[in-house]
């Protein structure tokens, strides 16, 4: 930790106690731009076809801020592309036979293996643009459905709608029974069920899955022999011991079963990077599940047969999550953008209960904590699982981690609430205990689920504009949304929030259809044999997991701006229709002139109605109302092509900025281009009963239809974490959204003069990490929207 000379605080920093070895490739890391022996940037490889598609649309839809980028990617990636040559009777194979056999000729013949001065686990290249590998007729029909889904996409993205992709990532891969049986025991596996297979469908994705299984052990024995090849002119003993070593355990996994603790890190990323290499685009929201809870028994195991030593396993951990950093050179070059910069969400789930609802906190959670603390990285994300038998060491653990650190480390999921939700959809009652989120928040099963957690991002708020204006697009005064009267002629708040839900029902209807279209795209076009053999399910069903072939398969609807719609119906309510105060004419004329000319009637919405966040029963009540309205709505659609239904979650990413000037101002006295709610967070500086009370409003919201998981972040004072007895306060607070509180929870624990100053001068405050929601990013390098949001959020007192 280091005293920043403007600054009120203590900077969270890397510890000075970090080995040299880890502290060089940290700093390594960091130096992207002087780096000139290796940068992970992305590697494109065609067929050479003039053709050839390298670059999908589809997969970036629920970035916006990327839009104006599209076409220059997938031109330029193309051109750059090294050319992998192709036999003739390639172009015979099924699509996902051809596309197993290109990626594995790609890691076999032209994936750089990279090896930096004295990491212990290796595996460098990983992001890629691989060929779709699909003939010319099947180019005319991707290219075809691809341009009618990116004009419906950008047409509703411009009216403030929302947006929808086929997004690559955001699951869990089998990834505990690759250490358990390795690559060659599912081979085995996949070939017993060849043998069997009764459909020629089925047949083709199983030899594609073998030829899959096969691609770790060749990209582990090439680093073997460079490994050995390093050896040779190694002067260091020392070293050389470790590269022998490191030789030996890749020629073993993952392959082969992991054996130790080593083993099972380095075999767990040679799994995962060879997924974000065979998805072409580096793995967003891939992420590990329960990783204390697999990794523990190796780790056990090595201590007490004392084959590890405390320190060098430490050693090792810390050089496992430096790894999942290089996923950002994937746009190194591209500068800051909205927080773009900190999307990849490789999270890492720690603790939480087991079958029984005991707690399953071990040694080895404890150390993941000590790393995440003394390292100070962006990448693997944590996430942290408490419950009503969280232990009071974890907590305090915790908590004093959270105070340290600015509160930027964690998520924190509770369990009780997650569980019920992911119940009430329909994953299996007994098998809920075990589930971990992805990406930033969003709660899956592990290995076995394809649940889509960001595909749909539904702007709420853009419903209230659209009942006000008889469902046009106040901006432009198109008819974009079904005529539901003409609000002055409504003679009650119910008639109102009937074409509320009769809009949203439509806005949703349309963003449902744009993703069935790059569902079906992806489904058709762009098999992924690798990950299939990491999701269980495809290999029986005969189905790649673009196609539904997971157990479990869901799309997400991420709900934007919950709270900004619910005070804009209250408003509505209490002073047009209770109250009286406001005619429905005068208020639609103050929106209509962004409340020019009417800041009198703007101040009497926002001081005169009541605020969601409050513990208010009648802001509270409505809000689970809206709710329940659009989340149980949702899951009556699914993808025609994939049968995967849809559920819902509340997860705002950057859309509750960058929608923000594509809807109109708001009945709740908000203008056109302020910002939208965030998550299921109250409206900026509206919640002014602290923190307990808006732990009790997210609870009273009854999370039990939201399964995707629920973001709330709270920002807390420096000063009301500063010893012991208000630590003792605010794990009482983590205890009671146990009991009331939402799905998940990230804290800030920061003042605005710090981050005012941050943005000042940034280079003093390069090691500030901020929550955003749902993800960590290091505030410097936010887009100044975002830093501006988070500095006027409201800091509670406890």
Known sequence: MLENSCSSITLWSPSQDLSERVKKLRDEYFSFNERDHFRNEVMSFTTGHPWDIVYSEHAWGVVPEVYIFMEGYKV??????????????????????????????????????????????????????????????????????????????????????????????????????????????LKQEFESLLATAQTQEHRDLLRALIICAEVPRILAQRYAQKLTEMVQTEESEERKEELKRLAEI????????????????????????????????????????????????????????????????????????????????????????????????????????????????????????????????????????????????????????????????????????????????GFPKEKVWDYAPVGCLENTLQGND?????????????????????????????????????????????????????????????????????????????????????????????????????????????????????????AVKKLVFEDKKISMSELIKALDANFEGYEVLRQMLINKAPK?????????????????????????????????????????????ISYAPRTAATPDGRKRGAFLSNGVCPVNGVDLKGPTAVINSVGNIDLSTIPNGASHTISLSPSLLRDTEHLAKFEALLRAYCEHGGTALQVNVLDSDTLKKAQQNPDEYRNLLVRVTGYNAYFVTLGKEIQDEIITRESHQI
């Open 76 to 185: 330029s990636l193309l051109v750059d592309g090294k050319v992998v040559p192709t036999s003739e009777t390639f172009w015979h194979e099924p699509k996902i036979v051809r596309r197993a056999l290109f990626f594995k000729e790609v890691v076999e013949n032209y994936l750089p293996v990279q090896i930096l001065a004295g990491e212990l686990i290796v595996g460098g290249q990983f992001n890629t643009a691989l060929s779709r590998t699909l003939t010319k007729r099947e180019t005319r029909k991707f290219k075809r459905a691809e341009k009618k889904y990116v004009k419906e996409l950008k047409a509703y993205d411009g009216y403030g709608f929302g947006n929808a992709g086929a997004t690559s990532g955001h699951l869990i891969p089998d990834y505990k029974t690759v250490l358990r049986i390795g690559f060659k025991g």
């Open 250 to 425: 890749c020629n073993k996994v993952p392959w082969e079963p992991a054996g130790n603790y080593w083993e099972a890190l380095q075999s767990l990323w040679f799994t995962h990077m060879l997924v974000m290499a065979a998805e072409s685009y580096p793995g967003p929201g891939l992420s590990y599940g329960r990783f204390d809870q697999y990794i523990f028994p190796y780790y056990q195991a090595d201590l007490k047969q004392s084959e590890l030593e405390l320190e060098f396993a430490r050693e090792l951990l810390n050089c496992f999550f430096i790894k999942h950093n290089y996923a950002y050179d994937y746009q190194g070059r591209v500068g800051n953008n909205q927080g773009i910069n900190s999307s990849f969400g490789q999270l890492i789930t720690l603790s939480g209960m087991g079958a029984d609802g005991e707690d399953l906190t071990n040694d080895f959670t404890y150390l993941c904590l000590d790393v995440i603390e003394e390292l100070n990285m962006l990448e693997p994300k944590p996430n942290v699982r408490l419950h009503k038998n969280t232990p009071p060491e974890l907590l305090r653990r915790v908590t004093e981690i959270i105070s340290r650190a600015q509160g930027a480390p964690f998520l924190l999921n509770f369990d009780e609430s997650s569980m019920r939700a992911l119940e009430w959809i």
């Open 450 to 570: 394809r649940s889509g957690t960001v595909d749909v991002n539904f702007n709420l708020a853009k419903a209230v504009e659209l009942v006000l204006y008889n469902g046009k697009d106040q901006a432009t005064g198109k008819q974009v949304g079904p005529r539901t009267g003409d609000p002055t002629g409504f003679t009650s708040f119910e008639q109102f929030r009937q074409a509320y839900e009769v809009q949203t029902t439509a806005i949703m209807e349309r963003l449902i259809h744009i993703y069935n279209q790059s569902d079906e795209i992806r489904a058709r076009y762009e098999p992924t044999p690798y990950l299939s053999t990491l999701v269980r399910g495809c290999e029986t069903s005969g189905q790649d997991v673009t196609a539904g072939g997971a157990e479990h398969n869901f799309i997400t609807m991420e709900g934007i701006a919950l709270a900004t719609t619910i005070d804009s119906l209250l």
């Open 612 to 656: 969601y966040g409050n513990d208010d029963p009648d802001a509270d009540e409505l809000a689970q109302k809206v709710s329940k309205f659009w989340s149980t709505a949702v899951t009556k659609y699914s993808s025609p092509y994939t049968g995967r239904r849809y559920r819902a979650g509340y997860l705002s990413w950057n859309y509750w």
